[in-house]
């Protein structure tokens, strides 16, 4: 039987909900970035285009492709549809996969799936229940928030103004305009990655209630959050840490901790030590797919630039990269294991 102290259900729920609000700090301080302040930065529902290859100091992705150009946009669906366009590229090889707040990649445009030519699209959120239009093809998102991150092939700096051009073609509007005033409480100087290893267990789960109130958990991870409601984390409710005495925060704190060093370790750790002699977790290991001359490699269905490998000992989980601009998020797109290894169960 698994462990069911709070310092194990402070781990699993930590690794589990370390993607959720990863990107939920990144997408409020990319979206509280004044246009042109920062790099990719700048109001939900607009592209925000890197004209040219970034420097070697360039942290926004841990390790950015050398050979294409970034546009990324984050979404806000919840006044209702965005419409995205692609203009035709030419035959140039580009990727635009959308993710949702769990770091799922639900769609993917590129000529490999969608082909190379013009492309519009009407992107729903989870709860919309509208009348559309019967021609449009629609991508219905699993949350109200939605990351669109747009690499184009790009052949060296002579190839900047045609890749400029179709980085102008790629255009959102939102069926139902608001506005979306800049939050001057959001800290848009530190790394998202910094703030949220910087939580306390406290602070992490509060923000993570919060982020999972806005975006729905997916149906098949129903186990888990069955497991990790004894901590007061439920879909819809805020977190109450006054719940606990002293001694139990600091077992949450513990579980905390052990689990952000199994997320940022770059070898598979053991289970937390409260779990022993149960089923250990499954040491997921998510790689970058390098890129070389040519076009990146196609995406999967779990991430735009990433696989999903199982660890052996003779080949050890490494730390992996940033799946896309914008932030030194460590998130996983494979399926939310963030990063590695996975502690979910039945995963």
């Known amino acids: 039987m698994m462990s069911d102290d709070l310092r194990t259900l402070a781990h ?8 959720l609000v990863t990107m939920d700090v990144t ?22 285009h ?3 290859f970034p420097p070697a100091e360039f942290r926004s992705v841990v390790r950015p492709n050398f050979d294409t150009l970034y546009s990324s946009a984050w979404l806000d669906l919840t006044a209702g549809p965005v419409a995205l366009h692609v203009s035709d590229t030419g ?26 030519g013009d492309q519009d699209y009407l992107v729903v959120g989870p709860d919309h229940e509208g009348e559309l239009p019967a021609a449009a093809r629609v991508l219905r998102a699993p949350t109200p928030h939605v990351w669109v991150i747009g ?5 060296g700096p002579a190839d900047y103004e045609k890749v400029r051009r179709i980085q102008d073609g790629l255009t959102l509007e939102a069926l139902h305009p608001v506005e979306h005033p800049v939050d001057p409480a959001v800290d848009a100087v530190t790394d ?31 186990s888990v959050l069955a497991r990790i409601a004894p901590l007061g984390i439920v879909p819809g409710r805020d977190f109450d840490p006054d719940r606990f005495t002293d001694p139990d925060l600091a077992a949450l704190e513990a579980g905390a901790v052990s689990a952000r060093k199994a997320i940022l370790s770059p070898s598979t750790p053991s289970p937390p030590p409260s779990t022993a002699g149960a089923s250990a977790p499954r040491p997921w290991a998510c ?58 169960s039945g995963r």
């Open 192 to 222: 998202p990655l910094a703030t949220v290893n910087g939580f306390t267990a406290v602070e992490f789960f509060t923000r993570a209630c919060r982020a999972l109130a806005d975006n729905p958990p997916h149906p098949t991870d129903f």
């Open 91 to 116: 035959g140039r090889y580009f990727m635009v996969p959308l993710l949702d707040m769990w770091t799922d990649v639900f769609a993917t445009l590129g000529p490999r799936t969608t082909g190379s």
């Open 287 to 344: 790689t970058a797919t390098p890129t070389s001359s040519g076009p990146p490699s196609p995406p999967s269905a779990s991430g735009p630039t990433r696989r999903r490998t199982r660890s052996t000992p003779s080949s050890p989980p490494t730390r992996t990269a940033n799946p896309s601009p914008g932030s030194t998020t460590t998130c996983c797109t494979s399926r939310r294991t963030a990063c590695r290894p996975s502690t979910r």
């Open 27 to 48: 997408r409020r301080q990319a979206v509280s970035a004044p246009p042109g302040d920062k790099p990719l930065f700048g109001p939900p529902n607009e592209f925000h």
């Open 50 to 52: 890197l004209r040219e």
């Open 12 to 19: 699993e729920a930590y690794v589990y909900l370390y993607p």
């Open 151 to 155: 690499r184009i092939q790009t052949n």
